[in-house]
């Protein structure tokens, strides 16, 4: 059973930067490299939508491949540092519409995308808010 817990939310102003931190611990074997992990977000009154998501490698970084809705496309940048276990979302150029409560997620599979369904193990989740 893997935990995951989010780190790093917090009030900005538009146009400002946040890095979220998605820590990832309980594996038996394996380590977060072997999990395609994914970032979410749910704004209130709204879906919980796919941000962004890093494939699983299994410690090929050649493997490694990446993906980003588009409304977060040439903004937000995914990372992982696999000696800590843990996932980054870097967000720049940060905007109202980006307020939400972000979450990451693990999936078994290798590619998952960014459906909900996909995904196994969920964080509690950490609050962005962007205002002036």
């Known amino acids: 059973q893997l935990q995951l817990v989010e780190s790093g939310g917090g009030l900005v102003q538009p146009g400002g930067s946040l890095r979220l931190s998605c820590e990832v611990s309980?594996?038996?074997?394996?380590?977060?490299?072997?999990?395609?992990i994914g970032w979410f977000r749910q704004a209130p009154g709204k879906e919980r939508e796919g941000v962004s998501f890093?494939?699983?490698?299994?410690?090929?970084?050649?493997?490694?491949?990446?993906n980003y809705a588009d409304s977060v496309k040439g903004r937000f940048t995914i990372s992982r540092d696999n000696a800590k276990n843990t996932v980054y979302l870097q967000m720049d150029s940060l905007k109202p519409e980006d307020t939400a409560v972000y979450y990451c997620?693990?999936?078994?599979?290798?590619?998952?995308?960014?459906?909900?369904?996909?995904?196994?193990?969920w964080g509690q989740g950490t609050q962005v808010t962007i205002s002036s």
């Open positions: 309980g594996f038996t074997v394996a380590t977060v490299d072997y999990y395609a």
């Open positions: 890093i494939s699983a490698s299994g410690g090929n970084p050649s493997l490694v491949t990446t």
């Open positions: 997620a693990a999936s078994r599979l290798v590619r998952p995308g960014l459906k909900r369904k996909e995904y196994d193990y």
